[in-house]
């Protein structure tokens, strides 16, 4: 099992020690996602005068915009690449069946290949024979 890492981070200005099973990197990566959400909304004029449990919940509404969004398309992007899988296994099939279809194919034409090389050796034979019975 993971060991739990203790990381110092630093969000909206003041240090925070997070603490997960991720690596220190990704845990930074979180703090820093969390900072820039707090840089958008500290642009905006009317943030300053709200109150901190409004931009809190603002904050909070945002992140999790950002969360069903980003769910949104994946689940787009999974059934994309499903369909495209199907769509790889259907034309894998497909080549499959082309395969064995070219391989009757090319059986049947060494096969009429045969019959016309013992047809022509028949006709030469037959014509031989009628040459020596004139």
């Known amino acids: 099992m993971k060991n739990m890492n203790d990381t110092d981070v ?3 200005g003041r ?7 991720e690596s220190d990197e990704y845990l930074h990566k979180v703090a820093s996602y ?3 959400k707090f840089a958008e909304f ?14 809190n919940v603002l ?15 994946f689940n787009q992007y999974q059934s994309e690449c499903e369909l495209k899988d199907k769509m790889v296994l259907d034309m894998k ?12 194919a090319e059986d049947k034409v060494d ?3 045969s019959d ?4 022509e050796k028949k006709m030469i034979e037959l014509e031989t024979r009628l040459k020596h019975k004139r």
């Open 10 to 12: 630093l969000i909206d």
């Open 15 to 21: 240090k925070y020690t997070i603490c997960g099973f």
């Open 34 to 36: 969390i900072n820039r």
């Open 42 to 55: 500290k642009k905006k004029d009317y943030y300053s005068r709200l109150d901190l449990d409004l931009r």
């Open 59 to 73: 904050l909070a509404i945002n992140i999790a915009d950002d969360y069903f969004k980003t769910k949104k398309k």
């Open 93 to 104: 099939h497909e080549i499959i069946d082309l395969k064995e279809k070219l391989k009757k």
């Open 111 to 113: 096969q009429l290949e």
């Open 116 to 119: 016309l090389e013992a047809a």
